[in-house]
Nanobody, 121 residues
Framework: QVQLVESGGGLVQAGGSLRLSCAAS????????VGWFRQAPGKEREFVAG?????IYSDSAKGRFTISVDNSNNLMFLQMTRLESEDTAIYFC?????????????????WGQGTQVTVAS
């Protein structure tokens, strides 16, 4: 079973950038839909970005975040720019059991443990 581990979170000033990484072991990203979600305190987990035959972003991520995959090294990235205080959350990477991309978190069986991103205003 694939295991996912995120890294790269931290504290950043508003307007700054961060790059999150997600490493897969026991499986790959190749030919599977992959994505990033986030969960702020007191809120539900929400879709941020995903790749699965197409690339889609949430409205809040569009134009600021970029998702990418390095299949050779089983790595996935989320480059985040122009960060805002509203981006503060725990960020999770996830993988689907096939190539079909969904934005609902319940459709994703494989998750990392999450990495905290805090944007100071």
């Amino acid at each position: 079973q694939v295991q996912l581990v995120e890294s790269g979170g931290g504290l950043v000033q508003a307007g700054g950038s961060l790059r999150l990484s997600c490493a897969a072991s026991g499986g790959t990203f190749n030919n599977y839909a992959v994505g990033w979600f986030r969960q702020a305190p007191g809120k539900e987990r929400e879709f941020v970005a995903g790749i699965g035959g197409r690339t889609i972003y949430s409205d809040s991520a569009k134009g600021r975040f970029t998702i990418s995959v390095d299949n050779s090294n089983n790595l996935m990235f989320l480059q985040m720019t122009r960060l805002e205080s509203e981006d503060t959350a725990i960020y999770f990477c996830a993988r689907r059991p096939n190539g079909l991309l969904y934005t609902t978190s319940s459709a994703w069986p494989y998750w990392g443990q999450g990495t905290q991103v805090t944007v100071a205003s």
